[in-house]
């Protein structure tokens, strides 16, 4: 009964942390892009740099939070 709760709070904390993290980086694209950001999804975030023609700050945001890229599967 205990490790369900234990494996459930890891996951949580996983996820919380995730999100932090994402804010953090959006909040420096924003300043640095001068683009809104703040708010989106991962996805969102990384479909708006592509967008933006910011390419290289989308890959970075990909291998970071470890999304699979299409190309290898």
């Known amino acids: 009964m205990y ?8 996951f ?9 993290e994402l ?6 694209l ?3 892009f001068r683009m809104p ?3 989106k999804s ?3 975030t990384i479909g708006e740099l592509i967008k933006r023609g910011v390419p290289d700050q989308a890959e970075k ?3 970071d939070f470890k999304i699979s ?5």
């Open 61 to 63: 945001m990909r291998k």
């Open 3 to 10: 490790s369900n709760l234990i494996i459930e709070f890891i």
């Open 12 to 20: 949580y904390i996983k996820l919380i942390t995730d999100e932090i």
């Open 37 to 39: 950001l703040i708010g």
């Open 42 to 44: 991962l996805y969102e």
């Open 30 to 32: 924003e300043k640095t």
């Open 69 to 73: 890229d299409s190309s290898e599967t």
């Open 23 to 28: 804010i953090k980086i959006q909040v420096k």
